[in-house]
């Protein structure tokens, strides 16, 4: 914490970020407002929300802190930037960048809110250090509906890959080391990200759909197409990185693309097949030079380290709890989850390098540190605080039962 402290002009908004991330930190089932001011002996939620909303602090300042604390334990001059968005189902209209739309978190179309998020994997962890939240053009078009929201005045609408191209060029430019840029098919099969990445001579593996064209020396064909003309000696049997289970061994084969003109560099299309079902993904990858297939592989299989990353943040930190409705409110609370989940990843990793692990045990991991820290300094409060906050919800929620009931009335005809 003491790295950003120098970010809060004031000792009210410190002290009160420092309770809020360490009740991210805490076992407590759900972390919204209520639930993290109960569990750090406040009286009601009240500072909780002031800090998220209304406060003098910015989260942008401590997302470039939580890039920086990352990359300094993280290290790796192979590391991956793996982009990808995440959806939190809502209900309502009123919520910042809600609509209804597609959400992996639900595999469906549904009313939701939509980020995209930059996640830096090294090989000794992997944590996200930025995030961008998602205005759908519905929204950017809507002046009122913006201001309402607090988003700022004069945002256009981006699409996923432009947020995606925006948040990497930050990395990047902030001297953050990587080789490599990962993403699915929503950013590997629009131009905007690889023709950013391109021009700045950055790699990269992103996958695309199986009627992706690509331009060869025999013409253009789709993604599909050009791997069913793949000769069985062009296969190899290669690992795409440890699963849970072992490695994740896959048939993979490439084919050689054209670039952009006047460009150098090497251009293909990576091709996955599943050794049992034969299922077939694909990849579109630029190097600024020469490099083996094996390495794309080992690119191609980091890009699964977002789902873990976000798997854990949500798990452990709450970042699909935040409950709340401004754009500020939402850039900071996902802020001060990144952090919480950043110090289990880099805790975890330093405890794997400076403590050889006992033998007939597993290394640390994030959820053991989550349990271990909660343990050691979860607050003991008395029935005297329990009661008082019971009282304070049903009273609240009194309140709210009877705003409904006269919106509902006035609707009436």
């Not at 939240?133 to 256009?156: F, H, N, T």
């Amino acid at each position: 914490m003491s790295r950003i402290a120098g970010r809060f002009a004031r000792v009210e908004p410190r002290r009160r970020v420092r309770r809020l991330v360490s009740g991210l930190l805490s076992d407590l089932p759900r972390k919204n407002c209520w639930t993290l001011a109960e569990h750090v002996g406040d009286a009601t939620p009240d500072g909780m929300q002031h800090l998220l909303h209304r406060a003098k602090w910015d989260a942008d300042a401590i997302r470039d802190d939580i890039r920086t604390y990352v990359v300094e334990h993280l290290h790796d001059t192979e590391a991956v930037l793996v982009v990808d968005e995440t959806g939190d189902l809502k209900k309502g209209t009123a919520t910042v960048g809600v609509q209804r739309q597609y959400t992996g978190t639900a595999g469906r179309i549904e009313n939701a809110q939509v980020a995209v998020y930059l996640v830096y994997s090294a090989d000794r962890g992997h944590a996200t250090i930025d995030r961008t939240l998602y205005v759908p053009r519905s929204w950017a078009e809507d002046p009122d509906r913006c201001r309402s929201a607090g988003i700022p005045d004069g945002l256009a609408f981006a699409t996923k890959p432009q947020l995606a191209a925006r948040m990497v060029e930050r990395a990047l430019d902030a001297g953050t080391p990587a080789r490599w840029v990962a993403g699915d098919e929503v950013y590997g099969d629009n131009p905007h990200l690889r023709t950013a990445l391109e021009h700045r001579r950055t790699g990269y593996v992103l996958a695309v759909s199986s009627t992706h064209p690509v331009i060869t020396h025999a013409g253009k064909f789709q993604a599909k197409t050009l791997a069913a003309r793949i000769p069985k000696r062009a296969w190899q049997r290669l690992s795409a990185g440890a699963g849970a289970k072992g490695e994740r061994y896959y048939d993979w084969a490439q084919v050689e693309v054209h670039g952009p003109a006047g460009e150098f560099g090497q251009w293909c299309l990576l091709v996955r097949r599943d050794r049992r079902t034969g299922e077939l993904a694909f990849y579109r990858c630029f190097s600024p030079r020469p490099v083996p297939m094996s390495e794309l592989v080992r690119v191609a299989g980091r890009r699964w380290t977002v789902e873990e990353t976000f798997q854990a943040s949500k798990s452990l930190t709450g970042l699909d709890e935040h409950q709340v409705r401004r754009w500020t409110s939402w850039h900071r609370r996902i802020t001060l989850a990144m952090l919480a989940h950043a110090f289990l990843v880099v805790t975890a990793a330093a405890e794997r390098s400076d403590r050889p692990t006992p033998d007939g045990l597993i290394p640390l991991t994030g959820n053991e540190i989550q349990y271990l820290f909660a343990a050691l300094i979860s607050p003991i409060h008395d029935l005297a605080h329990r009661l008082r906050w019971s009282h304070w919800r049903r009273r609240h929620q009194a309140r709210a039962r009877q705003c409904h009931c006269r919106r509902q009335a006035a609707a009436q005809p």
